[in-house]
């Protein structure tokens, strides 16, 4: 699922492709990708705009237009922009097509959970979704009072977009990893020491990240995310790596580098 570096990758990649270019038409390949808004809500306030500011916030972009607000676009489970020039090579699970005058941009979802909208302003959007602060403009403090005011196990303080936004399932787990945390510890036992290595650990991995355009086989080989699967080992002690469900996703961590928090 699209976290905050690879949110921040696409829109570096509409940066690049398909901004101010006047945009001709704006379609719904599939209905449901603009829900709750109706297909023709979304067309009349792109169309004859163009694209002349991008922004994000935690795992959401949006896009000023030149007429007026803004388009917001999620990327749910497995969307990505595509920027092409042929019809002939629209993507196979294109959701939402926009067609400028030399070439297109198309929102490729297979699994049809993104969404693409509009918005009077990325603040009226993030109020709206009640979404805290983008995880990477959090200082220290912030961070601190965020987790001294949560309960529960770390990781889903971690994930939960309310608190903070643009960590999901996978940048926690390495973020834990690397401060030798387990995913399953309170965050109300976590120290100082904790706390602190916690912060510059989510800096650092989303950072290290984007540099690598969120591709995951760019990462260091002693990082988790190069071994997260069943039956893999931890890179740091060649100790089996464990998968428990939490919140719903299949957390991966090891029982021996990572502990439940008091250091
Ligand atoms: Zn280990």
Known sequence: MPELPEVETYRRYIESTSMHRPIVRAEARHPLIVRPFQARTVST?????AFVRSYRHGKNLFLELSRGRWLTWHFGMSGEPVFFERMSD????DRFLFTFENGHLA??????LGRIGVTASPEEYVRKKKLGPDVLTLTKADFMR????SRGATKKVLMDQHKMAGVGNLYSDEALFQSGIDPRAPVQCLGGGDMDRLYHNVR?????SIERRGD????PRTYLLRHRSRGERCPKCGGDLLAVPLGGRTSYFCPHCQREGGT
């Open 45 to 49: 306030a792109v169309e004859g705009s």
């Open 90 to 93: 629209e993507p196979p699970y």
């Open 107 to 112: 929102f490729s979802d297979p699994r049809m």
């Open 146 to 149: 965020i987790l001294e005011r």
């Open 204 to 208: 650092k991995v989303l950072r290290r």
């Open 216 to 219: 995951l086989s760019q990462l």
